[in-house]
């Protein structure tokens, strides 16, 4: 069968004397016959057809015609043998790509759904950055350009590649705004939040992540995962005000209330010290990179939680030993001398350090902050109460609130 596509393609390309109409036809029919074909003739005919679109006696018009023709068809097969078919498509018209850029962008669009349905995220991320969007003679609308620079990006970060993630992002990032798509806004929303996730930016990304939780173009669903990644970027954020400011916003949000990592979250927000233990159990719910190890031999987790715990300690002592202070906080104590050095260097926390005596000293809080505070909490958790109440005694509460609003009239 595929000798006997070869023959009326050598055929075809003799018959000069055609009209352009009729031999696009013949052509057509040889097509639509190699697709009919079990895979182990079709392939090298179509192979053969490819050939012959390449060949200098096929015109050009009659040659993008066909092969747009079978672009369209290429669904039609199996992925193994479309995959071959492709590839060997993309290495014969290499040549003349500038002729064939829109069936060659078809062609490199259906290789890269390919491969993100095999996982092999980066060979279908590399068949997307072939389609010269930019710099190509086809213009491509704002749309298919933002589309594809944000499919390019999220395929880097399934390939655990941020850096190269970035960069595609960061072309997104002109076009994001000119777009009416709101499902393109969004999806650049998500990706960008992930890339600063990869890319251990993780206040910057907990920011990104809390204003996703709120769209509601969203599903709910998603909503809340988008939350509980803004939690946890949170919690592995510096310590510092710019953190303490996201905590204090997510303890607010009563939705945190029914995530896993509430429970840290409140810790957090009190200055309360996390055990060891504690923080292992939050451990399970992050992903592989946010576990990534750093220059110190610590992870990232270790490290949040370390640089928290050592401010907790500082609003409970005006003073204390590193020995005192790394069995306090369940680390070496010349870690412990290291992270306040750092976090003191950084204003991160206000204190100095007499390394003769091995203390360190933290400088003093005015008392009306921390009674705002202190007070702040209480309400926070006087409202708990009250929301539990009306959840179980709501005729209860009604009544007690009108019996209050009359008395205050």
């Not at 290789?111 to 068949?127: P, Y």
């Not at 992930?194 to 998603?222: C, G, M, P």
Request: aromatic residues 8%.
């Amino acid at each position: 069968m595929a000798v006997n596509v070869k023959a009326d393609l050598t055929v075809l390309g003799q018959a000069a004397s055609s009209s352009h109409k009729d031999l696009t036809e013949r052509y057509q029919q040889i097509l639509e016959r190699c697709f009919a074909m079990e895979d182990q003739e079709r392939i090298p005919a179509l192979k053969a057809f490819v050939d012959a679109m390449m060949n200098e006696n096929v015109s050009q018009m009659r040659s993008r015609q066909l092969l747009t023709s079978f672009c369209g068809q290429l669904t039609q097969m199996g992925n193994t043998a479309c995959k071959e078919v492709s590839l060997f498509a993309l290495e014969r018209i290499q040549p003349r790509v500038i002729s064939f850029e829109e069936q060659v962008s078809q062609i490199r669009q259906h290789l890269a759904s390919i491969f993100e349905e095999e996982e092999n995220w980066r060979d279908a991320a590399l068949m997307l950055v072939g389609i010269p969007v930019e710099s190509g003679q086809k213009q491509y609308s704002l749309d298919y350009k933002l589309k594809t620079y944000l499919t390019i990006a999220r395929l880097y970060l399934e390939d655990e590649d941020p850096v190269q993630a970035e960069m595609y992002i960061n072309r997104a990032s002109l076009l994001q705004n000119e777009t009416a798509d709101e499902q393109l806004q969004i999806h650049y929303k998500v990706c960008y939040a992930r890339v600063l996730d990869y890319r251990r930016k993780f206040l910057e990304a907990a920011q990104r992540y809390n204003e996703l939780s709120y769209k509601s173009a969203i599903h709910e669903t998603e909503q809340t995962k988008a939350l509980e990644k803004a939690l946890n970027c949170a919690i592995l954020a510096p310590a510092g005000q710019q953190r303490s400011r996201m905590l204090a916003t997510l303890f607010k949000d009563e939705r945190c209330q029914l995530l896993p990592s509430f429970g840290i979250l409140e810790k957090m927000f009190l200055d309360r010290i996390i055990k060891s233990d504690e923080m292992e159990e939050f451990a399970r719910q992050l992903m592989p990179h946010q576990k990534a190890i750093t220059a110190d031999g610590s992870n990232i987790l270790h490290r949040a939680v370390t640089e928290h715990n050592l401010l907790s300690a500082s609003k409970l002592y005006n003073n204390i030993r590193f020995t005192e202070l790394g069995a306090l906080l369940e680390i070496p104590h010349q870690m412990a001398e290291k992270v306040a050095s750092q976090m003191i260097c950084e204003s991160r926390m206000k204190g100095h350090i007499d390394q003769i005596d091995g203390i360190v000293f933290f400088e003093r809080r005015e008392t009306l902050p921390t009674w705002d505070v202190q007070i702040q909490s209480l309400c926070l958790e006087v409202n708990s109460i009250v929301d539990k109440i009306s959840a179980v005694h709501q005729d209860w509460v009604n009544r007690k609130m009108e019996l209050l609003m009359s008395n205050t009239n």
